[in-house]
C-alpha cells in the first residue's frame, strides 16, 4: 500500500492493545498537553483502517509501545512494534519507546530497550516518568541538568492532586457509555467548577443515596461541555454513564426507555415509553455502584417528574432554570475568567498573539460557545484577532430582542452565516429550513428536498460544517443527519424575521413534515421508527409557531404526530397535540364545521382512555351535534358516534341510557351501509360487550360472533380489527367458563396481532395478559408466568 510521507509529520504513534486503552488514552493526552503531536487511533482512525496505521506509522518519528502482557502477547500490536524495530534494531535513535503500564513476563528480543515504568505510582509521578521517557528520546544528547536534581529519597513524600482521568487500574469507560458527545480537546478554565460538582455529586458521605446536581446557566455558556467532560473524566468512577437528551418531556423519555432496554432487555418490549422509562430507572436501584445519568436542556424541575431514581444513580441535569428549590444541589455557570478564555481561544484558532486574543475575547464576552466560533472562523479564514473583532463591533447590538443572550452570541453567528452564504448561497436555504426543526439529528432526507442539485447541497453542507454552524452525525437507525447548535438557530431565525421571511420558510418546513410523517402511526408499527426520528422536529417546529397562526396542513401534521404518541401510549402528549389541531380547525373553519367532529371525537377518546369520562362525553356529544347538524340524523358517522357515546355510558355504568344508543347506532349503520359491513361489526362488537358487562350472555354470544363473521368476510382473517374481535369473544368464552374454546381464539389475536401491528404494540401486550390470565384460571400456573414475563409485566 502506497502511502503519501509528505502528509503531517508528528512525533508519536501510540500504540496500545484494546486492553490498555485507558492507559493509551492518557498517556496521548498528556503528550498533546506537554507539545507533542501523536497519532492516535481513538482519535485519528476512520475509515479504512489498514490505511491509517500504514501512514501513522510512516509518518510518526517514533512508535511509544504501552507496554504490558496484553500488548506482548497481540498478533496486532507485534506487527505495529516489529515493523519499527525492524528499523532502529540497535536502538540507536532510539524510535521504539516502551512505556510500561502492566506486569510484563517476558519482554524477549525488547530486553534491551529502556522504558519507563508507570505501575504503582500516582499520576504527577506517572507524568514526570512518562515526559522524562519521551524528552529522552527525542533528545539523544539530553543529559541531566542543574535544575533536574532530584529531591532527597529519604524526605517525607508530597501530597499530590491526582486527576480522575489518570488510569487506576480499571477501564476508563464502563459497558454502558452512550451518546455522551465527543471530548473536546479544546476545554479549558473549568478545573475548580468540575471539583465541585464532583463533589456534590458524589456526596462521599451518603454513598448509597441519590444525589442531583444542577448546572444552570445563559445559554451558551457551556453547560454541555462541562457535563462531556465530566462524564468522560469521571466515567471509571461509575457503573455506566448514559446521556438523555431532555429538551421536553417526551424526548427525554424516548431516550430513558432506550436505557431500558439496555438494562434489561424485556422492557425494549414496552409500548409505553413512561412505562419502560420508570421500569428502567427502578432497575438502577440494585446497582452496586452508581450510574451516572445526564438530562441535558431541561426546561424545568417539573419536566422530571418521576423520571428521578430513588437510589442507585447521581443525575446531572444541565438547564436555564435557575431555582430548583432544594430538588437538586445547583452549580451556578459563569462565563470564562479572562486568562481562561484567551488560552482557549488561542488554543482553538492555533495562533498566538495574545494581546489581539485578549481584546476579541473581551469582545466576546467570555462566553464558550461564542469563543468557540470565533477562534474556528478565524482558524479557517485566516482572519486576525483584530480583523474579526473590529466587524463584531458593527454588529453587537444585533442579538435578537426575543431572547436573553449576550449580543456577542447573535454576531458571531452573524458573520459565520455571511461567510457560508457568501461561498455558496445555497446555505442559507438550509440553514432557514433547519432553523424550525429540533436542533439534533436533521435528516439529510428530510432537507434534501430544500436543494435539489445533490452536489449543489453537498457543497452548501461542507460550507456550513466549515464555519461550525452544523455537524455531520448519525441517526441511531444509521442515516445521515446533521446538528446545530440551538443558539445557530436563534440567530438564523432572528436574520429571517428582519427579512420577512421567517413565516413562508415555517410554511416550507410543515409542508415537508407533513409530506414525510406517516398518517398510520396508530396501528401501523412499521413506520413508528420513521415516527421516532420525526417527532422532535415536529415538537420544536410546534413550539416555534405563533398560537393562533396555525394552518390546515399543521392541523393534520400534528394529529398525525398525536396518532403515534396515541399508538405508543404517550396519552398526555397526544393529549396537547389533539388540542392544538382542535385550536387550528376551529379558527379556520368554525367550532361547528363537520371536519371538526373527529377531532373532537380523538380527544374524546384520549380522555376515555384515561378515564376522564364526563370530559370524553361532552366531547361525543358535540361530535355528535356537529354531525347531525350537518348531514341528518341518519348518517354513518352518526351511527359511529352514538356507538363511542353508548360506550361511556356502558363505562360509567348508565346502561339505561347506553343500550338505547348502541341500538340506534346499529339500525342507522344498517339501514345506510348494509348488514355486512365493518362499521356495523364494530357496533354489533360493542353491543355485544354491553350485553356481557350486564349479564345478558344470551344476547352477547350471537353479536360477537357476526362481528367476528362479517369482519373476516369483508377484511379477511389476518386483520387487527379481527384480532380484536376473536380477542373479545374469547373473553366472553372465559368470563362463561368455557376456557377450553376461549384459549386457540386468544393465541390466534395474539398471532394476528403481532404479525399486523408488530410485537412492540400495546395490543400485543393486551393479548398476552389476557392469555395469562386464563392459563391461570385453569391452574396451568406455570405457562401464565412465563407468558405474562414475555409480556414484560413481571
Known amino acids: 500500500m502506497l502511502v503519501d510521507t509528505s502528509l503531517e509529520k508528528r512525533a508519536f504513534f501510540v500504540s496500545f492493545n484494546q486492553a490498555d486503552r485507558s492507559w493509551a488514552t492518557w498517556i496521548a493526552w498528556v503528550l498533546e498537553e506537554a507539545g507533542y503531536s501523536v497519532w492516535f487511533q481513538d482519535w485519528d482512525f476512520r475509515g479504512n483502517f489498514i490505511e491509517h496505521m500504514q501512514r501513522a506509522h510512516q509518518t510518526a ?74 524528552k529522552k528520546a527525542i533528545d539523544v544528547s539530553y543529559r541531566p541538568k542543574p535544575q533536574d536534581r532530584p529531591g532527597f529519597p529519604g524526605a517525607p513524600a508530597r501530597e499530590v492532586q491526582v486527576k480522575p482521568l489518570f488510569p487506576t487500574g480499571v477501564p476508563a469507560y464502563p459497558e454502558i457509555f452512550e451518546n455522551v458527545p465527543p471530548r473536546d480537546l479544546n476545554f479549558t ?3 475548580v467548577v468540575l471539583s465541585q460538582l464532583h463533589r456534590r455529586l458524589m456526596d462521599f458521605g451518603r454513598p448509597a443515596a441519590i444525589t442531583q446536581a444542577a448546572i444552570h446557566g445563559l445559554g451558551g455558556i457551556g453547560k454541555t461541555s462541562l457535563a462531556t ?79 428521578v431514581p430513588s437510589a442507585g444513580a447521581r443525575v446531572l441535569v444541565t438547564t436555564r432554570w435557575a431555582d430548583w428549590g432544594g430538588q437538586a444541589n445547583e452549580l451556578e455557570l459563569d462565563v470564562l475568567g479572562p486568562e ?66 449576550p449580543a456577542s452570541v447573535a454576531a458571531t453567528f452573524g458573520l459565520a452565516i455571511e461567510k457560508a452564504v457568501a461561498e455558496q448561497p445555497m446555505a442559507e436555504n438550509l440553514l432557514g429550513f433547519c432553523a424550525d426543526l429540533a436542533p439534533e ?168 382512555l384515561t378515564g376522564r369520562y364526563d370530559e370524553a362525553e361532552l366531547l361525543f356529544k358535540e361530535a355528535l351535534t356537529v354531525t347531525e347538524n350537518t348531514f341528518g340524523r341518519d348518517h354513518p358517522n352518526v351511527a359511529t358516534t352514538l356507538g363511542n357515546l353508548a360506550n361511556i355510558y356502558s363505562l360509567t355504568g348508565r346502561y339505561a341510557e347506553a343500550e338505547p344508543l348502541f341500538k340506534e347506532a346499529l339500525t342507522i349503520a344498517e339501514k345506510t351501509l348494509g348488514r355486512d359491513r365493518p362499521e356495523v361489526a364494530t357496533v354489533l362488537g360493542k353491543l355485544a360487550k354491553f350485553y356481557s358487562l350486564t349479564g345478558r350472555y344470551a344476547e352477547a354470544e350471537p353479536l360477537f360472533k357476526e362481528s367476528l363473521a362479517i369482519d373476516e368476510q369483508t377484511l379477511g382473517r389476518d386483520r387487527p380489527e379481527v384480532a380484536s374481535d376473536l380477542s373479545d369473544l374469547a373473553n366472553f368464552y372465559s368470563l362463561t367458563g368455557r376456557y377450553a374454546e376461549a384459549e386457540p381464539l386468544f393465541r390466534e389475536a395474539l398471532a394476528i396481532t403481532e404479525k399486523t401491528l408488530g410485537r412492540d404494540h400495546p395490543k400485543v401486550t393486551t393479548c398476552l395478559n389476557n392469555l395469562a390470565t386464563l392459563l391461570k384460571a385453569v391452574n396451568r400456573h406455570p405457562e401464565a408466568e412465563a407468558v405474562r414475563a414475555s409480556s414484560g409485566l413481571i
Not at 482557549?344 to 495574545?354: I, S
Not at 484577532?385 to 453587537?396: H, Q, V
Not at 432572528?494 to 406517516?518: M, N, Y
Open 229 to 307: 467532560e465530566y462524564a468522560h473524566r469521571h466515567a471509571s468512577e461509575y457503573a455506566g454513564v448514559w446521556w438523555a437528551p431532555a429538551e421536553n418531556r417526551t424526548v427525554l423519555l424516548a431516550s430513558l426507555a432506550a436505557l431500558a432496554g439496555r438494562l434489561d432487555p424485556s422492557l425494549a418490549k414496552e409500548a409505553d415509553q413512561e412505562k419502560a422509562a420508570r421500569a428502567g430507572l427502578a432497575h438502577l436501584v440494585r446497582s452496586a455502584a452508581p450510574y451516572l445519568l445526564i438530562y441535558d436542556n431541561v426546561e424545568a424541575p417539573d419536566a422530571l417528574h418521576g423520571l
Open 61 to 134: 518519528e517514533r512508535t511509544l509501545m504501552v507496554l504490558s502482557d496484553h500488548y506482548l502477547g497481540s498478533d496486532f500490536t507485534t506487527s505495529e512494534w516489529s515493523a519499527r524495530f525492524a528499523e532502529d534494531p540497535a536502538a540507536h535513535d532510539d524510535r521504539l519507546v516502551p512505556i510500561k503500564v502492566g506486569p510484563v513476563a517476558d519482554r524477549g528480543i525488547l530486553r534491551p530497550l529502556v522504558y519507563a515504568d508507570l505501575i504503582n505510582c500516582d499520576e504527577a509521578e506517572a507524568q514526570r516518568r512518562l515526559l522524562e521517557r519521551v
Open 189 to 191: 478554565g473549568r478545573e
Open 340 to 405: 481562561a478564555a484567551v488560552a482557549f481561544l488561542q488554543k482553538r484558532a492555533g495562533r498566538g498573539d495574545k494581546p489581539g486574543a485578549m481584546r476579541l475575547a473581551q469582545a466576546l464576552g467570555y462566553l464558550p460557545l461564542a469563543l468557540d466560533h470565533a477562534g474556528a472562523y478565524c482558524r479557517l479564514s485566516g482572519l486576525s484577532f483584530d480583523a474579526y473583532r473590529k466587524r463584531i463591533d458593527t454588529r453587537i447590538t444585533q442579538a435578537p430582542q426575543s431572547a436573553a443572550y
Open 441 to 608: 439529528r436533521i435528516p439529510l432526507d428530510l432537507i434534501a428536498s430544500q436543494i435539489a442539485d445533490e452536489d449543489e447541497r453537498a457543497e452548501a453542507l461542507m460550507t456550513l460544517a466549515a464555519v461550525s454552524l452544523i455537524d455531520h452525525t448519525e441517526l441511531h437507525s444509521g442515516g445521515s443527519a446533521v446538528t446545530l447548535h440551538n443558539l445557530v438557530q436563534v440567530a438564523v431565525r432572528a436574520r429571517l424575521t428582519d427579512r420577512g421571511e421567517a413565516q413562508e420558510i415555517k410554511g416550507r418546513v410543515i409542508r415537508c413534515l407533513a409530506e414525510a410523517f406517516p398518517s398510520r402511526a396508530y396501528r401501523d408499527t412499521s413506520v413508528w421508527p420513521c415516527c421516532a426520528v420525526l417527532l422532535p422536529h415536529v415538537l420544536a417546529l410546534h413550539s416555534q409557531l405563533d398560537r393562533g397562526l396555525g394552518s390546515p396542513g399543521l392541523a393534520r401534521l400534528l394529529y398525525a404526530a398525536g396518532n403515534y404518541l396515541h399508538g405508543r401510549g404517550a396519552y398526555a402528549e397526544a393529549e396537547l397535540l389533539f388540542k392544538e389541531v382542535i385550536t387550528i380547525d376551529e379558527q379556520a373553519l368554525g367550532r361547528h364545521h363537520h371536519e371538526l367532529a373527529p377531532d373532537l371525537s380523538k380527544l374524546a377518546h384520549i380522555y376515555s
